[in-house]
């Protein structure tokens, strides 16, 4: 109930390409889902995150799509760069972002020059 | 975003010893604060939170009287791990909270157990 499952977990795209990270959960009480990047020996950095009463959110390259309804949400990262190369984390949590954050396996990206 | 820093950023102890590691919250009041543990190439594994001024609370699994973490202001946490041996070497992460507001994240701590 309190997993947040996260696939794949390692991916290689080529530069300018779109890179999707894609993360499920099952607990309907979440409702904050933050995207986080981390750099090797880097503690890890809040990219963008969406509460569900929105179905998509943009920040520049990247773009959260949130399903309600499968439970599902997803990282879109356009036009990756070389520099986008590192560990994305997805996590949910529930009380408006006030309670701990459960967090997925993880996705090791490369993107290749 | 709001500034955690940790200290150390990476530390080698011998094996029996303790070793402290401070989480501050540069420009803001953390109410709350988070301990991570993370093994390479894995995820972050929530180990206690902590509130200013009140006792933290451990996940199951995570002995509390082996990690000893106190809270005592609102810009500053401790985590010490006493007694450390070899398993303890990890990666040790904080985050800091205002009250509801988005956590925000130290840089980490390697610690290595000799």
């Known amino acids: 109930q309190q997993q947040v499952k996260q696939s794949p977990q390692s991916l290689i795209v080529q530069k300018g390409g779109i890179s999707i990270i894609n993360c499920a959960y099952e607990?309907?009480?979440?409702?904050?889902f933050p995207w986080y990047q981390q750099f090797p020996g880097k503690g890890p950095a809040l990219l963008i995150a969406?509460?569900?009463?929105?179905s998509e959110k943009k920040e520049g390259r990247f773009t959260i799509s949130f399903n309600k309804s499968a439970k599902q949400f997803s990282l879109h990262i356009m036009d990756s760069q070389p520099g986008d190369s590192a560990t994305y984390f997805c996590a949910a949590t529930s009380g408006g972002g006030s309670e701990k954050l459960v967090f997925g396996k993880g996705t090791k990206l490369t993107v290749n020059p | 975003g709001a500034v955690v820093s940790q200290h150390p950023s990476w530390v080698i102890c011998k094996s029996g010893t303790s070793v402290k590691i401070e989480c501050r919250s540069l420009?803001?009041?953390?109410?709350?604060m988070f301990w991570y543990r993370q093994f390479p190439k894995q995820s972050l594994m929530l180990m206690a939170t902590s509130n200013e001024g009140s006792k933290a609370t451990y996940e199951q699994g995570v002995e509390k009287d082996k990690f000893l973490i106190n809270h005592a202001s609102l810009t500053l946490s401790t985590l010490t791990v006493t007694s450390a041996h070899p398993e303890d070497s990890s990666f040790y992460i904080c985050?800091?909270?205002?009250?509801?507001?988005?956590?925000?994240f130290g840089q980490g701590t390697r610690l290595t157990v000799v």
């Open positions: 969406i509460r569900p009463d929105v």
């Open positions: 420009d803001f009041q953390a109410t709350t």
């Open positions: 607990n309907t009480a979440f409702d904050y």
């Open positions: 985050s800091a909270r205002f009250k509801s507001t988005e956590a925000f």
